[in-house]
């Protein structure tokens, strides 16, 4: 069990993230709150952080809808809009205060993504005999090649981005090139479907990572031995997938066992695909029967000890909560619950429950939603 990949997180200007600190964060993290106290938004914090701006990420956060036309149709790019990209920011940039944004560690100044919205253009730099992008706040007077440019620093690095480009498969990410970059696997809201988890599967197909799928399902339901996919490989059509169980001599559709566990499959994919770094999951307890919630708890705190994974999920579901809190007794210090809320003037706060306060929870059936 290795080092958390992020042990604290501080997000500024980010959204409805005024100045947001969270001191402690867990192995597996269970974030709740009322709607529109951040939750979303907190998820995509991580990303942008795990990603260090990766362009599908910002797009997506800024501009969902268009994130997805674009997607349909294939389009290659869109060029960086400041009313659109200033859905990113605090404010949405009109508050006063310079658009920007930063993702890291409290006091952690060893890495943490900046992102600045302003104005920018190609110059020639004398000093290094090659072009150079120029980048101010405020537009450049007298030219008329000026465009918006978000500036994003990293590692000590920093690059420049004129357009979000598509990277035309539906699950993959862009991350700025010059940048490190965490292993991150986000499953949406309505979870992944059967092409998307195809996709993952033909390429970790006869690997170590199959095996440990497996391995994983089996902790669900033990007599399973052996996934395929079978049918199309067309995107508008979907694959079937079957599964062997023990016992019979024939493999089953894998939806002939309930949609929750197609759903835990994603939920195993997805684990193993974020291997060292960061597992994302938005309304966590969506597609899934009450009575699974802990089974897929003890499946995922297990997990995330043995490869290392850092998971942060939201739920509206107190089943779901009362669950998780359950599961983390058996798991020390992993597993921490934060209930996201407005302060009285407005910013958005946190209150925290380590593995300690969830028993207590638990003993005394507090409400942890």
């Known amino acids: 069990m290795g080092e958390l990949v992020l042990p604290s997180i501080h997000i500024r200007g980010y959204k409805a993230f005024r100045d947001f600190r969270l001191e ?16 979303t938004a907190f998820l995509e914090a991580v990303e942008i952080y795990a990603t260090a701006g990766g362009d599908s990420v910002l797009w997506s956060a800024a501009d969902p809808v268009g994130f997805k036309e674009t997607f349909s149709s294939r389009a290659a790019n869109s060029a ?5 990209v200033s859905n990113l920011f605090y404010g949405r940039g009109t508050n006063g205060s310079p658009p920007e944004l930063s993702v890291g560690g409290v006091g952690d ?9 302003g104005w920018g253009f190609s110059a020639w730099d004398e000093d ?3 072009p150079a992008v120029m980048w101010s706040r405020t537009p450049t007077a007298n030219r008329r090649d ?6 994003i620093d990293s590692d000590g690095e920093t690059d420049y981005l004129q357009h979000f480009m598509s990277a035309l498969e539906k699950d993959a990410v862009m991350p700025a090139s010059l940048f490190e970059v965490i292993s991150c696997a986000r499953i949406p809201l309505n979870g992944l479907n059967l092409n998307s988890i195809r996709d993952y599967w033909d390429k970790i197909l006869l690997t170590e990572e199959e095996e440990l799928i497996h391995e994983t399902l089996r902790k669900i339901n033990p007599s399973i031995r052996r996934l395929a996919f079978i049918g199309p490989e067309v995107q ?3 694959p079937r997938a079957i599964i062997k169980l023990e016992n019979l001599p024939e493999p089953v559709p894998l939806s002939s066992l309930g949609e929750g566990l197609t759903r835990l499959l994603g939920v195993a994919c997805s684990l193993v695909k974020s291997r060292e770094g960061f597992l994302l999951v938005d309304e966590i307890e969506t597609g899934l029967h009450y009575s699974m919630y802990r089974e897929m708890w003890r ?19 107190g089943d779901c909560a009362e669950d998780f809190a359950a599961i983390a007794r058996d798991f020390d210090d992993d597993g921490m619950l934060f209930r996201l809320f407005r302060s009285d003037d407005g910013d ?3 209150r925290s429950h380590n593995s300690e306060d969830l028993k207590a929870i638990l003993e005394f059936e507090v409400e942890v939603r």
Do not use: Y
Request: hydrophobic share 40%; charged share 25%.
């Open 146 to 151: 000026v465009r918006p440019m978000l500036k």
């Open 128 to 130: 290094l005999n090659s």
């Open 236 to 238: 508008i059509d979907s």
């Open 24 to 39: 402690k964060l867990g192995r597996v993290n269970l974030i709740t709150g009322r709607n529109g106290t951040g939750k």
């Open 80 to 84: 960086v809009d400041p009313k659109v």
């Open 299 to 317: 499946l995922i705190f297990e997990t995330a000890r043995r490869l290392n994974i850092q998971v942060f999920a939201t739920t509206h579901s």
């Open 109 to 117: 100044e060893s890495r943490r993504v900046d992102i600045h919205l």
């Open 348 to 350: 958005i706060k946190a």
